[in-house]
């Protein structure tokens, strides 16, 4: 498609629920980010990939929080046992660049709210 | 403190006014400074892109970065009622380029 595309937009999570994330990054596109986005705040990384690797996790909160990408393409992002805390609004990024900061395309974002 | 601050606003102007955002920051390391905008229920769009100090201009917007005083702008001209969004900037250092650091955002509001 002409952008990153995430699904689900919206998703309701009862607290202790496992959810999983969706992200479908531009075709060719070999690096891929995943933000989380507080209410009123800017976006925080979590986790980055180059092709199916996952060369950096260290913004990832907790051990709850998993990510994957085993074909180099299509991303997610899993988080067991859902917590209040954890809801914000997920987004996923992806750029042809390997490496070199900034010029990501971000996708609209996935907004989990834990109840 | 946050490495990043960025004046939350809002910042209601009218239409044809120019708009001047700012971020300061606390990392001397940074050397890649952007400018998204974010539309509310969207994901963030890059605007400007720069590395290291100076000006860049790209149509009705010109960001500036003075690393000396650790302080970077984005000026909006002849803003219009579409540009009412919420304004991001955003930097990274050198060897974690790809690891984007963000300032909590600035709302704009343009009248018409």
């Known amino acids: 498609g002409a952008g990153v595309s995430q699904s689900p937009r919206y998703k309701v999570a009862k607290r202790g629920q496992d959810v999983a994330l969706r992200c479908d990054p531009i075709s060719g596109h070999v690096s891929l980010f995943w933000y989380q986005q507080a209410l009123g705040q800017g976006p925080e990384f979590l986790t980055y990939?180059?092709?199916?690797?996952?060369?950096?996790k260290s913004g990832l909160p907790s051990d709850r929080f998993f990510a994957e990408r085993p074909e180099g393409s299509v991303s997610t992002l899993k988080i067991q046992r859902t917590q209040q805390e954890d809801s914000a609004v997920y987004l996923c990024?992806?750029?042809?660049?390997?490496?070199?900061?900034?010029?990501?395309?971000f996708g609209s974002g996935t907004r989990l709210t834990v109840v | 403190q946050k490495e990043v601050e960025q004046d939350p606003g809002p910042l209601s102007v009218p239409e044809g006014a120019i708009v001047s955002l700012n971020c300061t920051y606390s990392n001397s390391a940074f050397q890649y400074f952007m400018w998204y905008r974010q539309y509310s229920r969207k994901g963030p769009e890059l605007l400007m892109y720069?590395?290291?100090?100076g000006n860049k201009e790209d149509g009705r917007f010109t960001a500036q970065v003075d690393k000396s005083s650790k302080y970077i702008s984005l000026f909006i001209r002849d803003s219009q009622p579409s540009d009412s969004a919420t304004y991001l900037c955003a930097m990274s250092v050198g060897d974690s380029s790809y690891k984007l650091i963000f300032g909590s955002g600035t709302r704009l509001l343009v009248r018409p």
């Open positions: 990939f180059q092709n199916e690797a996952q060369l950096d």
């Open positions: 990024a992806s750029s042809f660049k390997t490496g070199r900061g900034g010029g990501y395309t």
């Open positions: 720069t590395y290291s100090s």
